[in-house]
Every structure is written in structure tokens, then in C-alpha cells.
């Protein structure tokens, strides 16, 4: 099959290059140091699972090198994802899937609203993964797992083509599955994500450290209570004692880890807080759930937010 990663950073580096790795065409879609980086000399992925290089050659910032693709892996930061979307004219035909790989739970209706071809599915991507130099991903654990399906009825054609992408995935190495039901899949992992995305932030504490002290463990789960009354609100369906499971499973990992938020926080980058606890707030307020954690967190990063923003130019994608 052939793909096109948008957004080439920890997600889209990780898996595009093990799919790459494996024998797929990818096309991996950057700027910058990042890209001149991978033109000159390929791309390098460091994995808990090995390392490997992939050579120059299908590394570009203009879609139209690539031509139409089979899949878009759409990777890129929520806060990008407008601008992003419009340029994927030149990859797409009607049966290309657009799988978003994205923080946040309404990316994909984003998308939408700005392609005219092409079928949209959601994704959940459970990885520790970042650019650590220009040309460079480290991988540093998590799950290294992805969830995708479709959010409505599509074609039978289309139901095809998920199960060949699932596959190829599978294939090439990576923990993959194809769920009937990604809205709830989005929701599960939107309700982790903004607690310890914005309280590793907001600390500036690994997970571990969060976990050892009682107030700080109580403030992620008071966190991530919020995010579950909202999403029952907006109809996921979130099983009773979710968070308590969530909480069992992390004391099982090395959590000598942080958040893409506290790593764009601690860079100086523009941070995806309107994604996370922004919309925690804002969905809370249209259904009249308090959310004061969410509040203290958004109100806390959103200063940063807007000053780096206000240096971001280009997209990187």
C-alpha cells in the first residue's frame, strides 16, 4: 500500500518508518531542519524495539511529490489541523483513507469540513515518541499501539480497504486494531491525555512522581473525572471504574515519563491546551459540568500557548 504521513514528529515518524521499514511506499510530508535533515540523510527511528534507517528519497514539503496515496496518516499538531488538511488535495482519489492519529476529539470533523475527497476515519495512537534531533525519532515506550475505524457507515469498499490497511499494519510490525466503535476509543484516551498531559505539564513532574504523593495523584484523577463526566455527556460509552483501570495500568509501567504538552511547554513550542482542557472546559460549560481542574490547567498554559503562537509562521508538517 502506498501512504503519506502528515506531520512527521514522534507519531507519524514512528509508524510511517516502520511501515516504510517494512517494504510499504511512505511519503513523509515535513519542513524545516527536520525535513533538510531527512533529504540529506534519511530518516532515523530509535525504538525500544531496535533502531533502523530509512534512506532519502520520499521525504517533501509539497504533496504533489507523492501524487494520490491509499493513506494519509494525519499526524499532525491539533492547533495545524485546518491549515494542514487543505493541502491534502494532491494525495487524495475517493477511497484514500485519512486516518487522524491526533490529540483531541473533534480533529476529524475538522478534516472533513475542508477535504472534498477522500473517507475520514478516527485513530488513537498509544505511543512515548518525539523528534529528538532534526532527522531524528526516539521512541521511549507505551503500548506503541493504534486504534482506528470509521465514525459512521462507509462503503463496502471502504470496509475492504480498513481491513487491508489493518494488515499491512500488522504486518509491518505494529500493534494494531480496527474498532467499530473509535468514538468511545477517542474519548478513552482523551480522558487520560488531558489529565496527564495538562498535569504533567502544569508540575512539570513525571507521571511517576505525580503517582507517588497522594495530593498530586488525587489531582490527576480529579483530572481525569472531569474529562469522564463530559464524555458521558457527549455519549461515550466509558464502562464503570475506567479510571480506576486507567490507574492499575499505569502503576504497572515505568512512568519515568512526561507529555507531548510538557515537551512543547519546555521547547518554547505552541501547546495543544485548546485541545485538551480547553475542550474539557468549554464541553463542560455546554453541559453544566463543573470542570475547576481543567479551568486551573487551561488558564495555567494558555499565556505560553499564545506567545509562542504568536511565532509560528509556517506549519510544520
Same mark, same amino acid.
Given at each position: 500500500? *502506498?501512504?503519506? #504521513?502528515?506531520?512527521?514528529?514522534?507519531?507519524?515518524? %514512528?509508524?510511517?518508518? *516502520?511501515?516504510?521499514?517494512?517494504?510499504?511506499?511512505?511519503?513523509?510530508?515535513?519542513?524545516?531542519?527536520?525535513?533538510?535533515?531527512?533529504?540529506?540523510?534519511?530518516?532515523? #527511528?530509535?525504538?525500544?524495539?531496535?533502531?533502523?534507517?530509512?534512506?532519502?528519497?520520499?521525504?517533501?514539503?509539497?504533496?504533489?511529490?507523492?501524487?494520490?496515496?491509499?493513506?494519509?496518516?494525519?499526524?499532525?499538531?491539533?492547533?495545524?489541523?485546518?491549515?494542514?488538511?487543505?493541502?491534502?488535495?494532491?494525495?487524495?482519489?475517493?477511497?484514500?483513507?485519512?486516518?487522524?492519529?491526533?490529540?483531541?476529539?473533534?480533529?476529524?470533523?475538522?478534516?472533513?469540513?475542508?477535504?472534498?475527497?477522500?473517507?475520514?476515519?478516527?485513530?488513537?495512537?498509544?505511543?512515548?515518541?518525539?523528534?529528538?534531533?532534526?532527522?531524528?525519532?526516539?521512541?521511549?515506550?507505551?503500548? *506503541?499501539?493504534?486504534?482506528?475505524?470509521?465514525?459512521?457507515?462507509?462503503?463496502?469498499?471502504?470496509?475492504?480497504?480498513?481491513?487491508?490497511?489493518?494488515?499491512?499494519?500488522?504486518?509491518?510490525?505494529?500493534?494494531?486494531? +480496527?474498532?467499530?466503535?473509535?468514538?468511545?476509543? +477517542?474519548?478513552? *484516551?482523551?480522558?487520560?491525555?488531558?489529565?496527564?498531559?495538562?498535569?504533567?505539564?502544569?508540575?512539570?513532574?513525571?507521571?511517576?512522581?505525580?503517582?507517588? #504523593?497522594?495530593?498530586?495523584?488525587?489531582?490527576?484523577?480529579?483530572?481525569?473525572?472531569?474529562?469522564?463526566?463530559?464524555?458521558?455527556?457527549?455519549?461515550?460509552?466509558?464502562?464503570?471504574?475506567?479510571?480506576?483501570?486507567?490507574?492499575?495500568?499505569?502503576?504497572?509501567?515505568?512512568?519515568?515519563?512526561?507529555?507531548?504538552?510538557? %515537551?512543547?511547554?519546555?521547547?518554547?513550542?505552541?501547546?495543544? #491546551?485548546?485541545?485538551?482542557?480547553?475542550?474539557?472546559?468549554? +464541553?463542560?460549560?455546554?453541559?453544566?459540568?463543573?470542570?475547576?481542574?481543567?479551568?486551573?490547567?487551561?488558564?495555567?498554559?494558555?499565556?505560553?500557548?499564545?506567545?509562542?503562537?504568536?511565532? +509560528?509562521?509556517?506549519?510544520?508538517?
Amino acid at each position: 500500500m *502506498k501512504f503519506a #504521513v502528515i506531520g512527521t514528529g514522534g507519531v507519524g515518524g %514512528y509508524f510511517g518508518g *516502520k511501515l516504510a521499514h517494512a517494504g510499504n511506499e511512505v511519503w513523509f510530508l515535513a519542513r524545516g531542519a527536520h525535513l533538510a535533515a531527512m533529504r540529506a540523510q534519511g530518516l532515523h #527511528v530509535h525504538s525500544t524495539d531496535g533502531e533502523f534507517t530509512l534512506p532519502a528519497g520520499t521525504m517533501t514539503a509539497d504533496p504533489r511529490d507523492a501524487g494520490p496515496v491509499d493513506v494519509v496518516l494525519f499526524c499532525v499538531k491539533s492547533y495545524d489541523t485546518e491549515t494542514a488538511a487543505r493541502q491534502l488535495s494532491p494525495l487524495l482519489q475517493p477511497a484514500t483513507i485519512i486516518i487522524s492519529l491526533q490529540n483531541g476529539v473533534d480533529n476529524e470533523e475538522k478534516i472533513r469540513a475542508v477535504t472534498t475527497s477522500g473517507i475520514v476515519f478516527g485513530g488513537v495512537a498509544y505511543i512515548y515518541s518525539t523528534i529528538t534531533a532534526p532527522g531524528e525519532i526516539t521512541e521511549t515506550g507505551g503500548p *506503541k499501539k493504534i486504534i482506528f475505524g470509521p465514525q459512521a457507515a462507509t462503503p463496502a469498499a471502504a470496509d475492504r480497504r480498513a481491513r487491508e490497511i489493518l494488515d499491512t499494519m500488522t504486518g509491518a510490525g505494529i500493534r494494531a486494531e +480496527l474498532s467499530s466503535d473509535i468514538n468511545t476509543a +477517542l474519548w478513552k *484516551k482523551f480522558i487520560f491525555i488531558t489529565g496527564a498531559g495538562g498535569i504533567t505539564a502544569l508540575t512539570r513532574l513525571t507521571l511517576g512522581e505525580i503517582l507517588a #504523593v497522594e495530593e498530586t495523584r488525587a489531582l490527576l484523577a480529579d483530572a481525569m473525572r472531569e474529562t469522564e463526566a463530559v464524555a458521558r455527556a457527549e455519549k461515550a460509552r466509558i464502562e464503570a471504574g475506567f479510571i480506576d483501570g486507567v490507574f492499575t495500568t499505569l502503576r504497572n509501567f515505568d512512568n519515568n515519563t512526561r507529555s507531548s504538552l510538557y %515537551y512543547d511547554l519546555t521547547h518554547e513550542k505552541p501547546m495543544e #491546551v485548546e485541545a485538551l482542557s480547553g475542550t474539557v472546559v468549554r +464541553l463542560g460549560a455546554r453541559h453544566g459540568i463543573p470542570t475547576p481542574t481543567h479551568r486551573a490547567i487551561y488558564a495555567s498554559l494558555l499565556p505560553y500557548h499564545l506567545r509562542h503562537s504568536r511565532q +509560528l509562521h509556517t506549519t510544520n508538517i
